[in-house]
């Protein structure tokens, strides 16, 4: 198996991964949001039903939802998947249209870094204060390394479709 779908497999793990918590995130805020109407929904039974909820939910949905957004980003990388604008581009060569895809994409490496260093910072901060939420006590540092490292992958995802395409050739206008 080769580097490009070893990458592959990982992103796709990692955006599964991504998936699942999703689907947590929504079991979670789904269970909160009941609970917390059930006097309302079960008021005519009679019965004092007290307003119950997810303790940390919104804690639990800031960490969820940022683990999985990264997560999809290095998945839809590797698919091409990200949004373009061709408004004028249509019109151009398609050695131009290649040249400036590879151009893009590693302006979109350099950001890509700069964004994994500036994560793997705030994860360093993180993880020296031993910064926690504030109602269950979650370790910040969690969801911020997870961000590190998917921002890597989608790092490591950018370089390989660089390096996987063929470096253009510009011919001359006629």
């Known amino acids: 198996m080769r580097v490009g779908e070893r990458l592959d497999t990982l992103c796709t793990l990692v955006a599964l991964a991504g998936g699942l918590l999703l689907l947590a995130l929504i079991g979670v805020e789904c269970v909160s949001v009941v609970g917390r109407s059930l006097p309302e929904l079960l008021g005519w039974t009679g019965l004092g039903w007290r307003p119950r909820s997810v303790p940390g939910d919104a804690e639990i949905a800031q960490a969820l939802t940022a683990t999985s957004l990264f997560s999809f980003l290095p998945y839809c990388q590797m698919r091409a998947g990200h949004i373009r604008v061709e408004v004028f581009s ?8 290649a040249a400036l895809d590879r151009l893009w994409s590693v302006v979109f490496a350099v950001l890509a870094a700069v964004l994994a260093w500036r994560l793997m910072l705030g994860w360093l901060n993180k993880w020296a204060n031993g910064d926690s939420t504030m109602v269950l006590r979650i370790p910040e540092a969690v969801p911020f390394g997870a961000a590190v490292v998917c921002s890597l992958l989608l790092l490591a995802a950018i370089v ?4 996987a395409r063929p470096v253009p050739v510009l011919s001359p206008a006629h």
């Open 90 to 97: 249509t019109y151009f060569p398609e050695g131009l249209n």
């Open 160 to 163: 390989q479709g660089v390096l």
